[in-house]
């Protein structure tokens, strides 16, 4: 038989059902859920019903939750067409994760859970525990904790740090997630973000590394495939503990042992903390506090998005420069709600015409795709002149493409030109690295005088967060450490 018969088959219209309804219930049930699904159904097919008396699967994981800054402000805004503006941005961290081998698992409102399933080491030290006991050259210490045990051999935590960037790029997109908004939410969105710098959308990132259980939870009437571990959670606390270091990305101790060592040589070091439980809260001698808390690095991945959008107008023969757009194209409607700023405008695709995350390769799509009301990703708060609709060939080459399928990641993806760019001004002055490092050892050796100086320096080349919260820090104590100051931040 061929094609066109068996297509017109009913069995081929059942299959094709089954396949739509799976990839529902993919969508519907996340990461986690295709495995509890499957299991669930192979384990009760002779009952029809779903067995929900069975334990959940221990896990090793990366967990990267990420949240709205200003939801609320959002929601009040565009009320209705929220739903819209949220799923836009749902869609890039997703498919940018996605590409780097990272799986959706929740969407919290507001927030967003994705998962790296890791590598997990047990087994291997215990098989070879018995050989190494006997070998004094090569014998091995025995793993404190779970912690210890985990393993990215595929790269998972440098391709979920690399989707932070990509994810930090896209947001910078602005004309992407407000195309389709009516004019009269848009205007009130931009309005009410218009005294507040940087992109329309922006985000916070925790990212941390653990074990955690897999299981359904609920009943037969509303089932839910999650996660529940205290990994999760801590991941949730980074997320939220960029506000206080005012960063985007915090990364647990945990998560920055997995990445690569030349990754580990890009990211800064910002503090270290006591996590003490709930039992042990009440404690005040700092001796007990330094023996009974859970102590934990944190760091982040400094990045000037900005930059993007400095450079002058450049072409080189690879074709792979970026270029300035004076002859930018705008709605006249939008002319209230700009900022003055800049005239200058670059973007920049963040894929590949092939699917893969090309950084600054510049889509090349024939004109008669867009409209003129779509032709360019615009940043609206970041115009200098509001024209009128102008169509350029230029123009309408830059525009947000995301990611369908899966990139390769390789070390060459550091090397990337918006990687270098956005991390050019930072590394090339030499300033902000070794001085907050300088600062930060100062600052927990107790030596505030010379931490505030090296604080100072690093504000007067740039507007940094972690130096601004050190120096408030100090400031607080009179530029004193307190008595029972430990170098630890007790949280």
Known sequence: WGKEVLDGMETKFLMNTLLRIGSLMKVGFGSAG????RDNLDRGRKKDVLELSRQGTTVSCIFLFCDIRQFTDATE???????VFTNKIAAVVHSICHSYGGTA???????????????????KEERKEEDDMFDVSTSHVMFSSDSDHLCARNNQADKALLAVVKISIALHYDYFFVETMNEEARNRLLTKLSKRKGPIVQMGFGLHAGKAVQGAIGSPRKLDATYISESVERAEFLESSTKTY??????SETFYNLLDSANKYRCRKLDQLILLSAENDSLVDPREILDSGEKMSIYTFDMDIDALWKVPSTNDDDGNSTTSNSDVETRRSLKKAALKRRSSVRRLTVAQSSGELGGSTIQRTKSRRFSSTTAVNLPFR??????DDI???EARKRILVLPSGVSKYSDKSWTEPDIKAIRNDLVMKGVLFPKFDDGLKSYIAKDWEHAKKCFETVLIQRDDGP????????EKHGGKPPRDFIGYKIV
């Open 34 to 37: 295709v495995e509890i699904i």
């Open 391 to 393: 169509e350029t060939p």
């Open 105 to 123: 698992n929740k969407n919290i409102g507001d927030a967003f859970l994705v998962s790296w399933l890791l590598d997990d080491e047990t087994d």
């Open 467 to 474: 130096s601004r919260y050190f120096l408030k820090c100090i």
């Open 246 to 251: 005012g960063v985007p990305l915090l990364m």
């Open 77 to 83: 805004c565009l009320q209705e067409e929220v739903f």
């Open 382 to 387: 970041d115009l200098e002149n509001v024209v």
